[in-house]
């Protein structure tokens, strides 16, 4: 259904400063009109009354697992996993095997996505070949297939001459270069943030340094080449304070929190649950408090997720064995709504932009806006909505969530994508 008329919504759109009752008509797939009052006369119609609309909620940072880890996920299940969290759209990350670093890749997941996915799928490249770091990918055959940005997610890039080449080189599509940053030295065996808990836990700690160190680096680097960094899910204090000066330079960052390092702290590793293994690590709580105050106030762009499943035969590893990583697709919406809105009272428009508007200018793709024309890529809320988070219940294959069993105020009713209702939980 590509026409549809929807009614008595309270529609939330920051970037047209619009927060109130309209109604949204849909033709051929994109916004045709908010107005007041719609008449419509033969339309499809829904009535959202009580319900919220919003431009669609893109998740920029997701591991499909697919090609060659199809066990954990699929870009099927991710996908599903993705309308019914209320994400419309996810980036997914080169980490796949093979490393989506050449075009065949990049091609072959867009096919798969086309055939079976039920939202957008943007693929970022690998920025060196094989992730491997040492020689830079085919950075611009993949912008030709597809990708939206380059990143060896999972990895983070040690030489700097690379990342240098990297950056001078993305200016020339204007592409952003996503990084994860920690300094593979600094980290040692690390399990966990280094501090108070893992001191007392007698695991070994990854310093926070480690992130900021390369957040730093790289800063300096994105400002001399005058390329877009995007840094991923920042997770301390410092870390935020250096994109903070950054941005107050007019250097073009961004940064991305994740739904855990905003709701979590390290304390929760008491429990020696795997499913609280994450990376970067879940910090003490200065460094959230300083992420829920960037979030709040900015400095944070965009929630993204960092979407890993793996499966519970590798989770289930005693600790130190267990992979790092935790799934979140369908929990972001309702941890960001309880913990942001319902608890710190960040308005929801705010809350629109970390989730839609955000990442849609970071990742520089379409959406995050209702305007005329633009694609009819919408997420309904229901506010209200009490929920308790049930991993048995997702549609992602992944069941390593850490926030099973937490109660949550707030859920995606609808998803829509392109006037298309891929899910509805009303
Ligand atoms: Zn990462």
């Avoid at 073009?252 to 994740?258: R, S």
Wanted: hydrophobic share 45%.
């Amino acid at each position: 259904m590509k026409t549809l008329l929807i009614r008595r919504a309270r529609v939330v759109d920051p970037v047209a400063g619009l927060d109130g009752v309209r109604d949204v008509l849909i033709e051929e797939g994109k916004i045709s009109k908010v107005a007041a009052r719609i008449q419509k006369p033969g339309v499809p119609t829904l009535d959202l009354d009580g319900l919220v609309v919003a431009p669609g909620f893109i998740d920029m940072h997701v591991h499909l697992r697919e090609p060659g880890q199809e066990w954990k996920e699929t870009i099927a299940s991710g996908c599903a996993a993705a309308a019914a969290g209320g994400f419309v759209a996810v980036a997914c990350m080169a980490n796949t095997d093979p490393v989506n670093d050449c075009r065949a890749v990049t091609e072959m997941i867009l096919a798969e996505a086309e055939r079976h996915g039920a939202v957008r799928v943007l693929p970022v490249g690998a920025l060196s070949k094989k992730m491997e770091g040492k020689e830079l990918a085919e950075i611009g055959e993949m912008v030709a297939a597809g990708c939206v940005a380059v990143s060896d997610d999972g990895k983070s890039v040690m030489d700097g001459g690379l990342m240098r080449r990297a950056l001078e080189y993305s200016t020339i599509f204007d592409l952003p270069v996503l990084v994860h940053e920690q300094d593979a030295n600094l980290l040692g065996t690390g399990q966990m943030h280094e501090g108070a808990v893992s001191a007392r836990l007698g695991l070994a700690g990854m310093p926070a340094s480690a992130e900021e160190a390369l957040i730093a680096r790289d800063v300096l680097l994105a400002e001399d080449a005058g390329a877009r960094l995007h840094v991923q899910h920042v997770s301390t204090a410092r870390g935020l304070t250096m994109i903070r000066l950054a941005k107050r330079r007019k250097v073009k960052v961004t940064c991305e929190a994740t739904p855990h390092h905003l709701a979590l702290t390290d304390e929760a590793l008491e429990s020696f649950d795997a499913n609280f293994k994450m990376n970067p690590p879940l910090r003490p709580e200065a460094d959230r408090a300083a992420l829920l105050r960037g979030a709040a106030e900015g400095a944070i762009d965009a929630v993204a997720t960092d979407h890993a499943p793996h499966h519970a035969d590798e989770k289930g590893l005693e600790f130190a064995r267990a992979p790092f990583g935790v799934v979140g697709l369908e929990t972001a919406v309702g941890v960001v709504l309880t913990k942001l809105h319902h608890e710190e009272g960040v308005p929801l428009p705010r809350i629109v932009e970390l989730l839609s508007v955000g990442p849609a200018r970071a990742l520089r793709v379409a959406g995050g806006t209702l305007e005329v024309g633009a694609p009819a890529d919408i997420t309904v809320l229901d506010l209200d909505r009490e929920w308790t988070v049930d991993p048995e219940k997702f549609k992602s294959k992944g069941r390593n969530t850490c926030f099973a069993g937490m109660p949550l105020k707030g859920a995606a009713a609808m998803t829509i994508v392109g006037g298309r209702v891929v899910h509805d939980a009303r």
